[in-house]
């Protein structure tokens, strides 16, 4: 009589890699957050090449406004939407539902995680190679230097959505993500450097994880330079988001 072995539960890493590809189709069909991810960054790129309504500062600029559109990206994917999926995945209960699971809280979390590093990734090929296609002539030696920038920066923002999303009723972090997205945009550092905005301003988008993120991108293309006080500025951003995040987050409404 033959006997069959039992089916082997999943690990782990493959629970978190399953829900990663999961999360990742899922803000990829969702036509607001590919608005926002893709078509918003891609019209500022061809909108700040082809006017000089914006001063960008002195340099082409297609190489001033690439590394400040890829910055836009980071949050757009790190912060608007996962703030606004992770507002209304707890308030349908999913969250309670998929933090039972095998899977867990944890899981869930890294899964989350790693599908916001996926549609960055994806980010900056399709907003990279339109700006090559327009003329864009970063410094290569400088990519290392925008990996970092660019993880801290994702770690940063995704902290800042899960303390909103998990905190605040799922109406509010959709009109509150959206703001914060704007604020930030004309303010905040990203596409114009901080040191082009007014005297007040330029301060406080220095201790922003924006204009960190936005500055340092520009170092490392530009010059091809590591901006280690902007990556302290995003490392402390991250670590008090998450801090705050892990103790305040509710799972459900």
Same mark, same amino acid.
């Given at each position: 009589m033959s006997t069959q072995a039992a089916p082997r539960a999943a690990t782990t890493g493959r629970r978190v890699m399953a829900q990663a590809r999961y999360e990742t189709l899922a803000m990829l069909r969702n036509g607001e957050?590919?608005?926002?991810?893709?078509?918003?960054p891609a019209m500022v790129l061809l909108g700040l090449t082809m006017t000089s309504f914006v001063p960008l500062g002195q340099g082409r600029r297609i190489d001033l406004a690439v590394p400040g559109v890829l910055a836009?990206?980071?949050?757009?994917?790190?912060?608007?939407?996962?703030?606004?999926?992770?507002?209304f995945d707890r308030r349908y209960g999913v969250l309670r539902l998929l933090g039972s699971t095998p899977l867990g809280?944890?899981?869930?979390?890294?899964?989350?995680?790693?599908?916001v590093l996926c549609v960055v990734a994806l980010q900056f090929a399709v907003i990279g190679g339109l700006g090559l296609a327009l003329g864009w002539e970063p410094s290569w030696r400088g990519t290392p230097a925008a990996v970092v920038a660019t993880l801290l920066g994702t770690w940063a923002f995704v902290a800042l959505a899960l303390l909103l999303g998990g905190t605040v009723r799922a109406e509010g972090v959709l009109a509150l993500a959206n703001l914060v997205w704007?604020? #930030?945009? /004309? *303010?905040?550092?990203? !596409?114009? %450097? $901080?040191?082009?905005?007014?005297?007040?301003?330029?301060?406080?988008?220095?201790l922003l994880p924006s204009g960190a993120l936005g500055d340092s991108l520009r170092a490392a293309?530009?010059?091809?330079?590591?901006?280690?006080?902007?990556?302290?500025?995003?490392? #402390?951003? /991250? *670590?008090?988001?998450? !801090?705050? %995040? $892990?103790?305040?987050?509710?799972?459900?409404d």
């Amino acid at each position: 009589m033959s006997t069959q072995a039992a089916p082997r539960a999943a690990t782990t890493g493959r629970r978190v890699m399953a829900q990663a590809r999961y999360e990742t189709l899922a803000m990829l069909r969702n036509g607001e957050q590919l608005l926002v991810a893709l078509i918003i960054p891609a019209m500022v790129l061809l909108g700040l090449t082809m006017t000089s309504f914006v001063p960008l500062g002195q340099g082409r600029r297609i190489d001033l406004a690439v590394p400040g559109v890829l910055a836009l990206c980071v949050i757009s994917s790190a912060f608007t939407g996962v703030a606004i999926a992770t507002g209304f995945d707890r308030r349908y209960g999913v969250l309670r539902l998929l933090g039972s699971t095998p899977l867990g809280r944890v899981g869930l979390l890294a899964a989350k995680a790693v599908a916001v590093l996926c549609v960055v990734a994806l980010q900056f090929a399709v907003i990279g190679g339109l700006g090559l296609a327009l003329g864009w002539e970063p410094s290569w030696r400088g990519t290392p230097a925008a990996v970092v920038a660019t993880l801290l920066g994702t770690w940063a923002f995704v902290a800042l959505a899960l303390l909103l999303g998990g905190t605040v009723r799922a109406e509010g972090v959709l009109a509150l993500a959206n703001l914060v997205w704007v604020v #930030l945009l /004309a *303010l905040g550092g990203v !596409v114009v %450097a $901080s040191s082009r905005l007014p005297p007040g301003l330029s301060h406080l988008a220095e201790l922003l994880p924006s204009g960190a993120l936005g500055d340092s991108l520009r170092a490392a293309f530009l010059h091809g330079h590591a901006r280690v006080g902007e990556w302290l500025v995003m490392l #402390l951003w /991250a *670590l008090l988001a998450s !801090v705050l %995040a $892990s103790r305040l987050f509710r799972w459900s409404d």
